[in-house]
């Protein structure tokens, strides 16, 4: 059964840059079958789509983060990790990893990890 | 920047049956956008519900179903339990490797 599981820091500071890292297991990341996708969900908002990428290294962003958005995957450790650059208090928020099937399904999902950008 | 469109909020009666719908703010959605559905209840990561626009995700009961209604996307929950009280998000592929999320539809069970 694929599981996956989000880690990194739960506190960055404004104007610095946030890691996460999505372990994967049951599964491989090196499967040319579906894409590798994070999503964020700021405190009482609704769900929003950071970017996804393939096995091979080709990503997708969300046009609105896309300039402070870097995800990558080393299929050698079966992860993927995503970056996000000079951070805000708006980027507040849990932040999922998920399985992104082609044309959106996104399944299974991470347990998602809150990270607070606060000084 | 696209908008997807949901209801901000509904309400059922156990063992009724509501449909939640998903737009665009612009245009109209066809199973070319590839509607999906997840169910998210406070505190945990969403489930998928439906995905190119009325297949089920194992293990979801066939109470639920997906279709497309006039010029949006919709999820039908038949014979509504209380467990059914979330929120339900639908996503869009917009093409070019982009996908939208709704803002989200809290459903009442009451």
């Known amino acids: 059964q694929l599981q996956l599981q989000e880690s990194g820091p739960g506190l960055v500071k404004p104007s610095e840059t946030l890691s996460l890292t999505c372990s994967v297991s049951g599964g491989s990341v090196s499967r040319n079958t579906h894409y590798w996708g994070w999503v964020r969900q700021p405190p009482g908002k609704a769900l929003e789509w950071i970017g996804s990428?393939?096995?091979?290294?080709?990503?997708y962003y969300n046009p609105s983060l896309k300039s402070r958005v870097t995800i990558s995957i080393d299929t050698s450790k079966n992860q993927f990790s995503l970056e996000l650059y000079s951070v805000t208090a708006a980027d507040t928020a849990v932040f999922y990893c998920a399985r992104h099937f082609e044309h959106s399904l996104f399944d299974p999902w991470g347990q998602g990890i809150l990270v607070t950008v606060s000084s | 920047q696209t908008v997807v469109t949901q209801e901000p909020s509904f309400s059922v009666s156990p063992g009724g049956t509501v449909t939640l719908t998903c737009g665009l703010k612009s245009g109209s959605v066809s199973t070319t956008y590839y509607p999906s559905w997840y169910q998210q209840t406070p505190g945990q990561a969403p489930r998928a519900l439906i995905y190119n626009t009325d297949s089920r995700s194992s293990g979801v009961p066939d109470r639920f179903s997906g279709s497309i209604l006039g010029n949006k996307a919709a999820l039908t929950i038949t014979g509504a339990q209380a467990d059914d009280d979330s929120d339900y998000y639908c996503?869009?592929?917009?093409?070019?490797?982009?996908?939208?999320f709704g803002g989200g539809t809290k459903l009442t069970v009451l």
């Open positions: 996503v869009l592929y917009m093409g070019s490797g982009i996908s939208v």
């Open positions: 990428i393939y096995y091979d290294g080709s990503t």
